[in-house]
């Protein structure tokens, strides 16, 4: 397996995991009794982190199709 597909299957995976994990602490922290602020921004930046990696997923550079 090449360099490249490796990172870039590495680079996916951590847009999942993040995207998951943010989604999944926003949604826990707005059900709970007790909001608590510190997680709701914890979560967003961890959303922050997840759109970051997809936009470095986006701005990978591609084959030409001829």
Known sequence: MSKK???T???FAVF???MYWGIS???STINS????G???????L???C????????LLLPRKKMR
């Open 38 to 44: 510190e997680y709701i921004v914890y979560s967003i």
């Open 50 to 57: 997840a759109g970051y990696a997809l936009i470095s997923l």
């Open 16 to 18: 999942i995991g993040f």
């Open 5 to 7: 597909f490796m990172s």
């Open 33 to 36: 009794p007790k909001m608590d």
């Open 46 to 48: 961890l959303l922050v």
């Open 25 to 27: 602490l926003l949604i």
């Open 9 to 11: 299957l590495l680079l």
